[in-house]
């Protein structure tokens, strides 16, 4: 009963308050101004600047690029931000066709949670920018982590409306057959002898000698993808 009366009293509070704050607020727009039928107009451009505002991103390019530059001579990572972005292409592709078979691992995941949430209707999407976000190397692995912001329309109800989306994109730094199978070798062990690497500079196997650049390519390749 007493429980009943507090439930009661709280809800009456909640209500006052909410009307209590209803009011200074139309008092507060009017002394700037506003006319109170344009308080519906005002939060309504509110929520199409939000529309078309892309996602921000917080760019750590100026810390990370030197460091990669000097890590790996040979990469050019305006071409892996290119690569990343062709690849979040593909993936909405698949998301707008509802057809995953040419993804694989963490990226069919993401188009696939995307099309059991109805994002199937997907269309115009475009790329605002791509960033580095974080740049790790110890001996074993490297990783680069690019953040993408970009829009795109789907059908809801009928309606077309815009989203703004941002996706952080890991790299990581891999050995791959360069003929047979291209399929990236994760675990890094001598193909000859099969003893392992102890650093992913090497470029012959401290064990037998066999000399690994000619057997390997070495690239950064696409490992997972988290919208944040
Ligand atoms: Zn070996």
């Keep these: 009963m007493y429980f009943l009366i507090g439930v009661i009293i709280f809800t009456l509070f ?18 700037l101004g506003f006319p109170i039928s344009q308080l519906d107009d005002i939060i309504r451009d509110a929520r199409l600047d939000e529309e078309d505002t892309p ?12 460091k990669i530059e000097k ?19 593909d993936i909405y ?22 099309i059991i949430n109805g994002h199937n209707s997907i269309s ?9 976000s974080n740049y790790n190397k110890n001996n074993k692995k490297a990783t680069i982590i690019f953040s ?27 050995l791959e057959l360069e003929e ?6 994760l675990d890094f062990h001598c193909p000859n002898c099969g003893s392992p690497f102890h650093n992913i500079d090497d470029d012959s196997c401290s064990y037998c000698g ?19």
């Design 14 to 31: 909640l209500v006052v308050f909410y009307f209590i704050l209803k009011a200074k607020i139309i008092r507060f727009f009017q002394r």
């Design 55 to 66: 996602k921000s991103l917080a760019s750590m390019d100026s810390i990370y690029l030197k």
């Design 71 to 89: 890590d790996f001579p040979s990469i050019e990572i305006s071409k892996l931000k290119r690569k990343a972005e062709s690849i979040l292409m």
């Design 93 to 114: 592709h698949s998301i707008e066709k509802s057809d995953v078979s040419n993804l694989n691992g963490k990226m069919k995941t993401f188009a696939e949670e995307e």
């Design 124 to 132: 115009d999407l475009k790329i605002h920018n791509t960033v580095i």
């Design 148 to 174: 993408i912001a970009y829009q795109y329309y789907i059908l809801k109800n009928g309606i077309k409306k815009k989203i703004q989306d941002r996706v952080r994109m890991e790299f990581i730094y891999t």
């Design 180 to 185: 047979k199978t291209k399929s990236p070798i």
């Design 210 to 228: 066999c000399k690994l650049l000619k057997i390997f390519n070495r690239i950064f390749i696409c490992n997972n993808i988290v919208r944040y």
